[in-house]
């Protein structure tokens, strides 16, 4: 694994000739060595698919490319950091939410729509996540952002997870995801819009979820 975790808002990530890694713009705090950062335009391994899709959603993160032989430190705006590991499945995560992910992992961006049909277009808006998210693939490590601690939360066959819009960041896995309405739930539990929605999370896999309601 590229990333160690320095401490809950910091991650050291060790980079090796021939293995490059991608990390949201200006998210590098410090490094040593012979390391080169380059602005990525094309989105990743997603290639230019990929990028477009995130512009047409008006959802472009800025990269960079990280390559050569060092060690650099990563961190952005203060914010709780949390290492996801895959090893061939696919992690599902809104794109400002990366702060750097292997170069291994193929990048790409999906409707949400597609998963939930409309329910799935209205969980974006009511979110504040676009109706598009990104998808990572593979065998790497990912670095993502979230407010407050992360924990992490298994979904299992009969049994969903039901998580507050707020504060899903992302989640891992064979996962179908339907927005459904509860009245009355979130005055009485949630803490957030005075949308009475909640997410449901089936399948077989993980959820991500934080200890906040707060947007990054």
Known sequence: MPFREINSKMVEATVVPGRRMFSQRGAMLAYKGDVAFTPNSAGGQGGIGSMIGRRVAGEATPLMTVEGSGTVWFGHG???IQVVSLTGDMLYVEADRLLAFDGTLEQNT???????????????QVTGQGL????????????????GGVIELPIA??????????AYVAHRGDVQNKLSTALGWRDMVGRGSGEGFQLELSGNGVVYVQASEEKL
Request: no cysteine.
């Open 132 to 147: 598009f998210t990104t998808t990572l693939r593979g065998h790497g490590a990912v670095a993502v952002m979230a407010h």
């Open 157 to 166: 066959p009969g049994r969903p997870v039901h998580v507050d819009p707020q």
């Open 78 to 80: 203060g914010h709780h």
């Open 110 to 124: 999906m409707f949400m729509g597609s998963q939930g049909g409309v329910m799935g277009m209205v969980r974006g």
